[in-house]
């Protein structure tokens, strides 16, 4: 079983839709966890932290459930520039980050 | 403020050569991390530097792979006698807290190595 899995999609949605991808981790000890996103041949930039209470940035949500070990991004009003791949990204250490394989989203007009 | 800058952008070699990829960090960032990523792949951590340091190389093959971050000058991640299998995109990432764990990382554009 891999440390950090994702359906890796691709999830092809309409413009203006609401979307979500999920992602487990095998590591119960993991502190930190993060959602990147990586447009096609770009490197992978920050989308947001994801905070044990759960937390939003505008069309944008993230969830944490440790119990069941997985972390989900729920995207609001899907934009044609939300097409990209999502990446995520669990501590494995302090030095370490493991970073699933991602989910492609494709938002078509 | 540059961001985060690696060279070359590309690079082609054939097997049995040498490939010396580059990497400055942003202003002011002392930690330096390497990855590299296969076609639909995540990234695999390599190597974690701080200035003539190497903190962590636990994900560096044993042969033919070497990191240094020296005082002055890029980071430099070297591939000795390169194999088909080291085709990937190399990405070089730095912060300015220790450890990849506390924030954000802050990624070059990568460095796409293909061997012939």
């Known amino acids: 079983r891999k440390e950090v899995e994702q359906d890796p999609g691709p999830f092809n949605v309409p413009e203006g839709a609401t979307v979500a991808f999920n992602c487990t981790y095998s590591?119960?000890?993991?502190?930190?966890f993060f959602w990147y996103r990586q447009d096609c041949r770009k490197e992978p930039k920050l989308l947001m932290s994801?905070?044990?209470?759960?937390n939003e940035d505008g069309r944008f949500t993230a969830q944490l459930n440790r119990a069941s070990q997985y972390i989900s991004l729920l995207i609001r009003d899907s934009k044609l520039s939300d097409s990209a791949t999502y990446l995520c990204v669990v501590t494995h250490s302090n030095y370490q980050l493991i970073w699933g394989a991602g989910t492609k989203l494709i938002i078509k007009p | 403020n540059a961001g985060v800058m690696q060279n070359p952008r590309h690079l082609v070699r054939r097997r049995g050569q040498e490939a010396r990829l580059r990497c400055s960090p942003m202003k002011g960032h002392s930690h330096v991390y390497w990855y590299r990523q296969l076609p639909e792949e995540g990234l695999k951590f390599m190597v974690y530097l701080q200035k003539e340091n190497i903190i962590d190389e636990s994900g560096m093959p044993k042969e033919r792979f070497s990191a240094e971050f020296p005082k002055e000058g890029p980071s430099i991640l070297r591939i000795q006698q390169v194999v088909r299998g080291d085709s990937a995109a190399y990405f070089c990432?730095?912060?300015?807290?220790?450890?990849?764990?506390?924030?954000?990382?802050?990624f070059g554009e990568g460095s796409r190595l293909t061997v012939l």
């Open positions: 590591n119960s000890a993991s502190q930190s």
């Open positions: 990432a730095s912060s300015p807290l220790p450890g990849q764990g506390f924030g954000e990382l802050f």
């Open positions: 994801v905070y044990s209470s759960g």
